[in-house]
């Protein structure tokens, strides 16, 4: 179970990266350059979508890289992460496979009794 969180943390938080990297940089270009009519609105609070963007992936990858030794902050990093992208970003068709992946790792990880046998 260690493992599949792992590789599940992994790819969730790459996934959080690429919509991270969209999100900060929408709220970056339209601070930047201003609405654009209907097209493009400033969200309602960018430096949450900012710190969101940012922290996120980093809970997913930091936590995939302890699921094999140190299951419970393991868990619990990558559930923070799939939280913080729900927040932040809505269940959405770019967010349900960083939400459910970020989200199953965890508890894989925190439902593992043992270490993995080889």
Same mark, same amino acid.
């Given at each position: 179970?260690?493992?599949?969180?792992?590789?599940?943390?992994?790819?969730?938080? /790459?996934?959080?990266?690429? /919509?991270?990297f969209? @999100?900060?940089?929408?709220?970056?270009f339209?601070?930047?350059?201003?609405?654009?009519?209907?097209? @493009?609105?400033?969200?309602?609070?960018?430096?949450?979508?900012?710190?969101?963007?940012f922290?996120?992936?980093?809970?997913?990858?930091a936590?995939?890289?302890?699921?094999?030794?140190?299951?419970?902050?393991?868990?619990?990093?990558? $559930?923070?992460?799939? /939280?913080?992208?729900? /927040?932040?970003?809505?269940?959405?068709?770019?967010?349900?496979?960083?939400?459910?992946?970020?989200?199953?790792?965890?508890?894989?990880? $925190?439902?593992?009794?043992q270490?993995?046998?080889?």
């Amino acid at each position: 179970m260690r493992n599949a969180a792992l590789t599940l943390g992994l790819i969730g938080g /790459v996934l959080a990266m690429i /919509v991270g990297f969209f @999100g900060y940089g929408y709220t970056e270009f339209i601070a930047k350059n201003g609405a654009i009519g209907d097209f @493009g609105q400033q969200v309602d609070h960018p430096a949450m979508i900012k710190f969101a963007s940012f922290l996120a992936p980093i809970l997913a990858i930091a936590g995939a890289a302890m699921a094999r030794s140190q299951n419970i902050p393991a868990g619990i990093l990558m $559930l923070a992460a799939a /939280v913080g992208i729900f /927040v932040a970003f809505g269940f959405g068709v770019f967010t349900m496979f960083p939400i459910a992946m970020c989200g199953l790792g965890g508890v894989l990880a $925190l439902a593992a009794r043992q270490p993995d046998t080889h």
